[in-house]
């Protein structure tokens, strides 16, 4: 039997396991009654394994030829969102639902395991399976590449399911293609009073809107207007009666770019700008930052391979290379620091069935499930091609 025979042998067991992660949806760094079944799993395939932190996991595939390690990554973890889908696998889990594929992205990669494994005679080199963890809060890669666990990989591979994009079709595209994700927390230190006073005191309220507004600069007039960043404010929390005079205001927000270079320049602008705000208006200001997610970079030469193994399954028309940048984050990209790697977007939504047009992070988000054997037939040919 050829690649998509073997796949289509196994629809049943790849749905069946899709299944079983939606209706068990667990958040980021709690995965642990996923990372039990993805075990369960791989013992039964009899693929070694061991974890990775507290609930990522890792499998071997391989002979012992000498040749080349390929890792093939899918995240694991979910959402804190109130399912509103009425389907019978539906979250058992209130609050909780994978709204993003995730469930897709795991059952996939074990259903390629299983056909990987079972091919493991013919495979040249080593196939390292990565069942990540928290990736929606950009906590998971590292924990990988921290360990080791990447430092013999060669080439890493990864997908994500996409409601935009029509069952059938994937894009893969050179370059930069999601943006960075980055924290940070602004705390302004003022000094309270009575409002009809105000030169008594020092407004923190009036300093953390002012940084709110000078923060816009930024993207206005200090970024290439052809290189996307955003700086954005979600929260601003000051004062504790309508009469007192702020003696502190709580800033914080995200922003996004593109590349290295410029998201070091944005968090330098950002800390710039607050501190000497408040310095201006009497005030101080002590700014944390966390980093979520470096910009997802593709590897050009894995992103051409990669368009050529897609090509070979759904054919020159249903591959897309100029796929436009996107806002969003995925930690895959901390994998793609460390090694060369490309990461594909795999349509999920059937024009004839409503149902799977709806936005990632939604309550009602679901897939078509002919996507998951697209995205095992990709695993597969990934390995095995670049092993050859």
Do not use: W
């Amino acid at each position: 039997m050829n690649i998509k025979e073997l796949i289509n042998r196994e629809e049943k067991y790849i749905v069946d396991l899709r299944r079983y992660f939606h209706a068990n949806p667990e958040s980021s760094l709690k995965e642990y009654e996923t990372a039990e079944k993805i075990e369960k799993e791989l013992k039964a395939l009899d693929i070694p394994f061991e974890r990775v932190g507290e609930t990522g996991v890792i499998g071997y595939i391989g002979t012992e030829k000498k040749g080349k390690t390929v890792a093939l990554r899918a995240d694991i973890d979910a959402l804190e969102i109130e399912e509103t889908n009425t389907v019978e696998y539906a979250s058992n889990n209130k609050g909780l639902m994978h709204a993003c594929g995730h469930d897709a992205h795991t059952a996939a990669l074990l259903g390629a395991a299983k056909i990987l494994k079972a091919k493991e005679s013919e495979i040249n080199g080593s196939v390292k399976l990565l069942f990540q963890q928290a990736e929606e809060i950009g906590q998971g890669a590292r924990q990988f590449v921290t360990k080791g666990y990447l430092k013999d990989v060669d080439n890493v591979f990864g997908i994500h399911v996409s409601s935009g994009l029509e069952t059938g079709k994937i894009t893969v595209t050179p370059g930069p293609i999601a943006a960075s994700c980055d924290y940070f927390k602004i705390k302004v230190k003022g000094k309270s009073g009575h409002v009809s006073k105000p030169h008594t005191g020092v407004d923190a309220l009036y300093i953390g809107s002012q940084i709110v507004v000078n923060l816009q600069a930024i993207v206005a007039r200090q970024t290439d207007p052809v290189d996307p960043v955003v700086v954005g404010i979600g929260v601003l929390n000051s004062g504790t009666r309508y009469n007192i005079i702020a003696n502190e205001a709580v800033l914080e927000g995200t922003f996004r770019t593109f590349s290295f270079e410029t998201r070091e320049k944005t968090q330098n602008s950002i800390k710039k700008i607050a501190e000497s705000v408040a310095i201006a208006y009497g005030g101080e200001a002590k700014i944390e930052f966390r980093s979520y997610s470096s910009p997802v970079i593709n590897d050009t030469e894995s992103a051409v391979f990669a368009a050529e193994v897609g090509r070979s399954i759904l054919g020159d028309k249903n591959v897309i290379t100029n796929q436009e940048k996107a806002l969003g984050a995925d930690d895959f990209a901390e994998f793609q620091a460390e090694v060369p790697g490309v990461y594909v977007n795999v349509g999920t939504k059937n024009p004839e069935d409503k149902d799977t047009h709806f936005p990632h992070h939604n309550g009602r988000f679901n897939i078509d499930e002919k996507g998951l054997l697209i995205m095992a037939e990709l695993y597969i040919n990934y390995a095995l091609k670049y092993l050859d």
